[in-house]
């Protein structure tokens, strides 16, 4: 089902790879939750605070965002802003603290857009 | 030298710059002894019809974006993602000065890390370009959501905490809001810090940004110059200026204690022998038509420092070719020194720069090091005509190719603030 509420081409997505773009693009289109997880990654790739890290390193849905990735809190709270205004969804404190690898932010974030599915936009 | 500060002097033993002319210290020497200017056509919000036609633009960065991610530097500075995600447009600049600074000064970054010796003073005025940014998003969701790093990116506090954090300061950290004079205070009271003997060593930075959130408020005060020619537009002391131009960038300055600074073999632009500050009372933005308050901090100034008016062989002046400011400004001059029978060579390098707001104490007092040490003494390129009420102090157009011994640096800020340090060549 697509998702009438999202933007085509926000300008948050303006300089992720081409790869995480297109599959926004499927999941705003058709509404296909597996497209997500390209778009989480490029996400937890783009808020890694140390850079370094992430140089040549594969992303695996059981990376620890703080203990394997350097993620700190500020890191966890810019990826979860960036995500409540790339889907126009509310994420509360309470609920972060359940998200701790990237499978778990990925299946969050899919959890928070069924929530959001009926709900007028913010 | 204060009897507080039990023989304790004050020597500035670094500098970085990130200005108008110059990103780095060789360039800004040559720029300040050829009177090359670093003003350049702009245009905001895209309106040709916004009356600010140029400014002192800062090269070879690109900070426009109200994102960090779109910002670049030049590469030769290592600005990691945990730091910029945090700063402003000028923190960048900032950064980039007190790397550039540490390294004139022979210290590493880890010299500086965990020292409970090592201070850290900034002036900045926020970042407006940011605060507004964040503000509409919140009015826009209507306060459900925001960035996480909007207060520490754009209140007044953002140079000192994101460089703190990043160059771990544990000595002390605070910040300077005093307009134009903020930078001029920091060092002012970095310099007492030192003397106190409660720390050894202080990295003042002074940074301000140039886009149109931060500049067009001062051309709804009818503040800045019109003109579409550089040398016109900035022309301190001529008869004809018409207003200030804006300008950014960031000057970092090491302070060293005297003693600690020979320990580990630094070597010295000058000395800070003292400074002073006193205020106008009199307006919330224009300057005492005769720059009482600014007589009185030149006073105390040559007082902490023990120097006659006599002993001031070169002032730089605020000098803003703003034409209420300058006048004052020149009155002030004249009072203290054409009194006690002196007549020191007078220059605004703001023709050469613009006025960079929150950075200019710095920047002039890093300018004024500069050429203690190599030299020279700068000039007024764009003075044509004199005005009248500036017609008794001794104004070159052309730089001079000796450099002063004692220098009487001067800043005046909104509200009447008036801030003077007093540099001396170090001799040892």
Known sequence: M?????????????????????????????????ALSLVILAAVRDFMPKRSLGVGMELRSDMKLMEDLGYDSLAVAETVFFFEDLFKVRIQNTELMTVRTIGELEQFVIKKLAENANKPAV | MSSFSGGRRVLITGLGFITPIGNDRATVSANLRAGKHGLAPVQFLGNPQVPVRVAGTVKDFSVESTSPREWSWPSCYDLPRETLRGMAPHGVYAFCAIQQALADAGLKPDDVANDDQTGLFCASAGSAMLMYNNLALMHSVRGERGNPMGVVSSIAGTLNFNLAAHFKITGAVCGFVSACASASHAIGYACDEIRLGRLKRVLVVGAEELNAETLLPFAAMRALSPQSDPKLASRPFDAGRDGFVGGGGSVVLVLEEASFAAERGASVYAEVAGWGQAADGYSVAMSHPAGAGLQRAIGRALADAGVEPNKIDYVNAHGTS???????????????????????????????????LSLAGAMEAGFCALAMREGFTPGNPHLVNVDEACADLLLPRESLATGPSTVLNNSSGFGGSNVCHVLKRWAI
């Open chain 2, 322 to 356: 703003t034409p209420v400011g300058d006048r004052a400004e020149a009155i002030a001059l004249k009072t203290v020194f054409t009194a006690a029978g002196a007549r020191p060579v007078v220059s605004s390098t703001k023709g050469l720069t613009g006025h960079p």
């Open chain 1, 2 to 34: 697509p998702l009438a509420n999202l933007p085509a081409s926000p300008s948050q997505l303006a300089r992720y790879p081409v790869e995480a773009r297109d599959a926004y693009e499927r999941f705003r289109t058709t509404g296909d939750v597996n």
